[in-house]
């Protein structure tokens, strides 16, 4: 298969990792492989990339893309069991580890998936289709009110209540079964005159999807264990897409990096603060100009880096 969507930042992500030859690294977020492809060609024989993805068709994907390479290691499974993943495989540390969040661009390709508000397809959103929650599950089975909370916080989107109201009358009268039929629903429930920032649908899809994947919760507890299993120098390199999944990075590298709560005229730390490494990026690294013109979705990226120290 040929993607449309080229790899977000693919550059200051190479850059990012300072891949040695001889390292081992984690894609943790393979995908169609657009990042690990460029990853693979700078490492030796000696060298190794594991790519992780939860989703059985990416990586078949991936499988394709990379079939030239002989040193990569593909694992059917969540990113945020990296360290269960590590110990099955017998390796102990690596040298640095990429997550590039949200949808994938295999996904965003695979109209028939559900993850568009484009066109007319089943409600799914499933990034893992071994799974039995679907979008089409929680669009007709939640209440009103998990609902609203889940496109406000997840979403964003300040007419969540009424979004979520209209899905409900809707869905009394028959099951809401298309993405065509929800996307319709929610344009219904925006003011046009507040219609003007992008698709109207795009926030409410987006908080479904994080929904049905559980994007958000475990992502400090990933973050953190991401970089507990970084060699010594090791790089943490980490794609958001939108400010909820941008302010738990921040957060678990601020706290992986140590922060001494000693006051000030004590001559030395009593505290006890330990420090995993330090942050590379002080502000998020966001597309440059060129790439926003080539690459749409790398319009909210923002790329943090940690290094282990």
Not at 216 to 233: G, H, R, V
Not at 256 to 268: E, F, I, Q, V
Request: with cysteine; aromatic share 6%.
């Amino acid at each position: 298969m040929e993607f449309k969507h080229k790899p977000v930042m693919l550059t200051e992500c190479i850059e990012g990792l300072k891949i040695k030859p001889d390292g081992t690294y984690v894609d943790g977020t393979l995908g169609g492989a657009g990042h690990s492809k460029e990853i693979v060609k700078r490492l030796s024989e000696k060298g190794m990339l594991i790519g992780i993805d939860r989703d059985e068709e990416a990586l078949k994907a991936a499988k394709n893309n990379l079939k030239e390479f002989s040193n990569v290691k593909y694992v059917h499974d969540n990113h945020d069991n990296i360290k269960d993943i590590l110990e099955q495989l017998k390796i102990d540390k690596v040298d640095g580890v990429l997550l590039d969040l949200g949808v994938s661009s295999y996904q965003l390709d695979e109209r028939n998936r559900g993850f568009s508000y484009l066109g007319e397809n089943k409600l799914d959103m499933r990034m893992d289709k071994t799974q039995k929650l679907t979008a089409e599950i929680v669009i007709n089975q939640y209440t009103e009110q998990e609902l609203a909370n889940i496109i406000y916080e997840y979403g964003e989107e300040r007419f969540s209540r009424q979004i979520a109201r209209n899905i409900c009358k809707v869905r009394e009268e028959h099951p809401i079964k298309t993405t065509k039929e929800l996307t319709q629903i929610i344009e219904r429930s925006i003011p046009k005159s507040k219609q003007k920032d992008g698709h109207p649908a795009k926030r409410t899809f987006q908080a479904i999807r994080i929904e049905i994947n559980n994007e958000i919760k475990p992502l400090y507890n990933t973050i953190k264990d991401c970089i507990e299993c970084l060699k010594e120098e090791g790089r943490l390199c980490v794609i958001t897409f939108h400010s909820l999944e941008d302010r738990v990075v921040k957060n678990a590298f601020m706290e992986a990096k140590g922060k001494c709560t000693c006051p000030s005229d004590l001559p030395y730390c009593v505290c006890g603060a330990e420090s995993l490494g330090r942050i590379i990026t002080r502000k998020p690294i966001i597309a440059t100009k060129k790439e926003l013109e080539e690459n749409s979705r790398s319009k909210s990226a923002k790329l943090r880096i940690f290094e282990k120290g």
